[in-house]
């Protein structure tokens, strides 16, 4: 067995927190982890002395210096002014990468999908989580989707290192790039450059709607599924919830220099104090946690004995099914039953084998390319002259300067002028597309703005638009 002795994080968090935390340290130093532990106070008591993000200033500290971070599930107050503790940690420690495997362990959990056993790797960081909206108008709201290229190398080679540190088959990419042809496209993009080096891995992409419901239906055909943030979250869901309970399943937050392993469920206020909660979902996570740190060994003999118990018929409520199980018994009895079986392996399910090591990916280099400004797009509030496209289309012509052509104007993203048709839908918000046909100079845009501004028209936002890399830079209206 492993015996170096690591110091890790703990939080004990709300509801059945404490219990599953309990629980789970039990195996930990039955199985002889060797670890030692800061504990920090996260979640609804941290939130009631003010702290709007659930942790306390002086608890990064402690969770800075520390590898890896084992967090119970924690309850988020209702109402607003509280902000989500998960993704605080997350971004602050640049947790780039989030792994969920879900497999189903039938017959001795009830699942419709028995041969299911994927891992969705998400990224964690950026797409629609990164919490830049705004409302401009008074009918419209936006979301800013930001998808970078040092990201998405990042989490699609981690998705690459974990099918070879695992001996999986294959990874399969998921975007909506036939609709997000700049942001998603980038994403598959990269994939493919990241798949070509690794010729020994299948890989395939798949568009996320098709994609998310061959998930639901077949998920015994995925294997590895690497995704952007927004999908990852729900698709995690899905196969956590058709593998058989959510409540089995555990989750790794991995950063560069410190990671966070967690149940998938949340604090099930309902059941706790009763002694009745099942903690495999904080136990799996704590198993991923010592493959995390290099205890391989420890991780392996938790699993196996932790199978070896589900196999023996040993369940906890919320697995539990008469003529399946054999014994229902509390959190308590649960993790009695998996200490007895340390040392043993299942006799039917697949025994696990972990190679041990921490598995990271260092950030990518960053990289510049040539980039032009060629024109702007001018994004108005207006509602005069009955919302009528045309009268827009040739009141901004004769207001822009004599260098400045309009090309176009959209409305929710469809071509209204020129030549529009009636029947589209107009909001108060206006992307009015001008170019000059020569390079621009951003005083060409200072310019061109300020002489709508005085011609009475209201500037909400501007986009650039360039040719980066000798491509244009900017998606066409629809109808364009
Ligand atoms: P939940 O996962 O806590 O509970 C959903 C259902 O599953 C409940 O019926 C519960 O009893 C059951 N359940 C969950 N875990 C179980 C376990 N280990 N054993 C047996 N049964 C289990 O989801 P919820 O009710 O939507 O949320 C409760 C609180 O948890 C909320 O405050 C929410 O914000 C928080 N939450 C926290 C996290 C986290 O800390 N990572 C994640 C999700 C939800």
Known sequence: MTTSRDVITVAHGDGIGPEVMEATLRVLEAARANLEYEVVEVGEKVFEQGHSSGIAPESWDIIRRNPVFLKAPITTPQGGGFKSLNVTIRKSLNLYANVRPSKSYAPYVASEHPGMNLVII????????????????????????????????????????????????????????????????????????????????????????????????????????????????????????????????????????????????????????????????????????????????????????????????????????????????????????????????????????????????????????????????????????????????????????????LKMITNRGVKVYPDGIPETYRTDHWRCRFTTGDDVRFTDVLRLLGQLNESGYEVIKTEHLYTIGGQAAYSLGQGE
Not at 141 to 166: C, D, H, M, N, W
Not at 174 to 194: A, C, P, Q, W, Y
Not at 315 to 322: A, M
Not at 361 to 385: H, I, M, N, Y
Request: proline share 4%; charged share 25%; hydrophobic share 40%.
């Open 122 to 405: 998400r990224e964690n960081e950026e797409d629609l989580y990164a919490g830049i909206e705004h409302q401009q108008t008074s009918e419209v709201t936006q979301v800013l989707k930001l998808v970078t290229r040092p990201g998405s190398e990042r989490i699609i080679r981690y998705a690459f290192e974990y099918a070879e540190a695992y001996g999986r088959r294959k990874v399969t990419c998921m975007s909506k790039d036939n609709i997000m042809k700049i942001t998603d496209g980038l994403f598959h993009r990269v994939f493919d450059e990241v798949a070509a080096e690794y010729p020994d891995i299948q890989s395939d992409h798949q568009i996320i709607d098709i994609g998310a419901a061959r998930l639901a239906a077949q998920p015994e055909a995925l294997d590895v599924v690497v995704t952007l943030n927004l999908y990852g979250d729900i698709l995690s869901d899905i196969a956590s919830q058709i593998a058989g309970s959510v409540g089995l399943a555990g989750s790794a937050n991995i950063g560069e220099t410190v990671s966070m392993f967690e149940a998938v469920h949340g604090s099930a206020p309902d059941i706790a104090g009763r002694g009745v909660a099942n903690p495999s979902g904080l136990l799996w996570a704590a198993t991923q946690m010592l493959v995390h740190i290099g205890k391989g060994d420890v991780a392996e003999s938790i699993k196996n004995a932790w199978l070896a118990t589900l196999e023996s018929g040993i369940h906890t409520g919320d697995i539990y099914r008469e003529g399946l199980s054999e014994k229902r018994v509390g959190t308590a009895g649960f993790v009695d039953a998996v200490i007895d079986r340390l040392g043993e392996k299942p006799q039917h399910l697949r025994p696990v084998h972990y190679r041990a090591g921490n598995l990271s990916v260092p950030a990518p280099k960053p990289s510049r390319q040539e980039k032009q400004l060629v024109g702007v797009d001018v994004f108005l509030d207006w509602t005069e002259d009955g919302r009528d496209p045309d009268s827009l289309g040739q009141g901004l012509e004769q207001a822009a300067p004599d260098d400045w052509s």
